[in-house]
């Protein structure tokens, strides 16, 4: 349960993060910086956290 909340949270600040970010302007613009971390970061976090749940699931079924 725990595992999907932080999911939906880090799929919400990827979300923010990519309407905040200007595509407007360069990558060197200060809140464009912000942004593009923000969208990595919460990207990694996405990927770490349904690479935990898929190894959960492949754990219980060599232990069934």
């Given amino acids: 349960m ?3 909340i ?3 949270i880090s ?3 990827l979300v ?3 309407f905040n970010y200007n595509f407007e302007f360069e990558i ?3 809140d464009n910086k912000i942004s593009l971390v923000g969208i990595l970061a919460s990207s ?3 990927v770490l956290i ?3 749940i898929i190894s959960e699931k492949i754990e219980k079924k060599i232990k069934d």
């Fill in 44 to 46: 990694c976090a996405i």
């Fill in 16 to 18: 923010i993060n990519i």
């Fill in 50 to 52: 349904l690479i935990l």
């Fill in 6 to 8: 932080s999911l939906v």
């Fill in 2 to 4: 725990v595992k999907k």
């Fill in 28 to 30: 060197s613009d200060s």
């Fill in 11 to 13: 799929i919400i600040i």
